[in-house]
């Protein structure tokens, strides 16, 4: 670490490894908070969440007095994001989506449906703030389903068509929705498990013990030295190939793929395949573990590294749009996703997991659900379908609809 000036104030440069450290800390610092003050236990708000936006709080109070302003080295951000994903793809075994069956068709539908309303709902509020209807379609799915990924991709596009501004925007969008995916998933589950006095269903069909059996072998599992390297050997190779992948598709088709996309896809190759002919052996447990871990370490450095002070010059019209965005999140969740879901435990989980990724990204899901699982009880069910469509088949429908929209109204 180092202090220079810049512009006139001092800055603390934060390297790497130093970010990682400070990272980790926050992450546990969530996990204490959440022990230790009740009002985050009863709504279910994520550890990552906690941390990270206190952090990012704090560095945007200094550097508004002018004491100092915090930069960080995120290197290590992007890496664990696709870490996470691909723990998702190696868990994706086609017996897995057989067992989501009809529920994963109708969540997938209920997502394209989202995202179509969240572009109309942004052009609609572009419209009556005054602004040009592609900044509404830059807060509509571009940046809410889309994420980051979406909004730094599509951001470029629309500056491209000739609207300045719009990465601007659309990133900004982003990281409003990122907070809130990560702050209302909890409280709606909640609302909805305390309102209907749900609990965790023990059906057959979706059950732990068929879950378990589906994925893995049921046998304790020994973490030995040995068993961590193999598995962290499948996960970076899958990242590496992914990464291969996800270029030579851009360059042959000219969109913008997100990195994790092409890792968890060769994850998901590489799972069934291995499945049939057992290349190697893997132990479900660690890479949940492996994976777990990915996540709080991606999200509270995502959350903590925010510039908030960025954002103050688009508190006007651009948090009228993010605010509409969050109420109609809140609404289609509980409304709309519960209801055709089929209303039990299971369908409260996911409601809170679409809130997740349906405003910020599909680590945003499953640290809802996680919440949400960890103070209610587990939902297999949920952990399945959402990081499933969230992650990777929701982009099948949301891209032609954010293409469709922005030469409509370009």
Not at 222 to 245: K, Q, Y
Not at 341 to 366: E, Q, Y
Not at 369 to 383: I, L, Q, R
Request: a positive charge.
């Amino acid at each position: 670490m180092k202090t220079e000036l810049v512009d006139g104030l001092l800055t603390l440069k934060v390297d790497m490894v130093a970010t990682l450290a400070i990272a980790i800390l926050l992450l546990l610092l969530g996990y204490f908070l959440i022990k230790k003050i009740n009002f985050f236990r009863k709504f279910c708000i994520p550890a990552p969440v906690i941390g990270g936006l206190l952090f990012s709080i704090f560095a945007f109070v200094l550097k508004q007095s002018g004491i100092i302003t915090i930069s960080m080295d995120t290197t290590f951000q992007s890496p664990f994001m696709i870490a996470f994903f691909t723990t998702i793809g190696l868990g994706a075994s086609f017996k897995l989506l057989k067992k989501g069956g009809k529920c994963l068709i109708i969540y997938w539908i209920l997502c394209g449906i989202l995202a179509i309303s969240q572009n109309v709902v942004g052009v609609i509020f572009a419209k009556i703030t005054g602004i040009h209807p592609m900044f509404g379609i830059m807060a509509g799915s571009v940046s809410m389903e889309g994420g980051h990924a979406g909004a730094a991709a599509f951001g470029k596009t629309a500056e491209a068509m000739g609207v300045s501004g719009s990465t601007t925007v659309a990133i900004a969008a982003a990281t409003f929705g990122l907070i809130f995916g990560g702050i209302i998933g909890g409280p709606i589950a909640k609302y909805l498990i305390d309102k209907y006095k749900l609990k965790p269903t023990t059906t057959d069909k979706y059950d732990v013990e068929s879950f378990e059996n589906v994925v893995s072998d049921t046998e304790n599992t020994r973490i030995t030295t040995n068993v961590v390297m193999t598995h962290m050997a499948v996960i970076t190779v899958c990242m590496t190939i992914g990464a291969i992948a996800s270029e030579w598709f851009s360059e042959a088709t000219g969109l913008s793929l997100p990195g994790y996309v092409g890792a968890m896809f060769v994850a998901v190759v590489f799972r069934n395949i291995n499945d049939k002919k057992h290349i190697t052996k893997l132990d479900y447990y660690t890479i949940d573990l492996m994976g777990n871990t990915s996540l709080g370490i991606f999200l509270s450095m995502a959350l903590m590294t925010l510039k908030l002070w960025e954002l103050t010059g688009l508190a006007g019209p651009l948090l009228i749009i993010v605010i509409a965005q969050v109420v109609f999140m809140i609404l289609y969740a509980i409304f709309v996703v519960f209801k055709f879901i089929g209303k039990d435990f299971d369908a409260a989980v996911m409601a809170a997991g679409m809130a997740g990724h349906g405003l910020g990204a599909a680590p945003n899901a499953i640290a809802n659900m996680g919440a949400v699982t960890e103070k209610y009880g587990p939902s297999p069910k949920s952990f399945l379908i959402v990081p499933l469509v969230g992650a990777f088949l929701i982009d099948l429908i949301g891209i032609p609809t954010i293409v469709f929209f922005m030469n409509f109204f370009k």
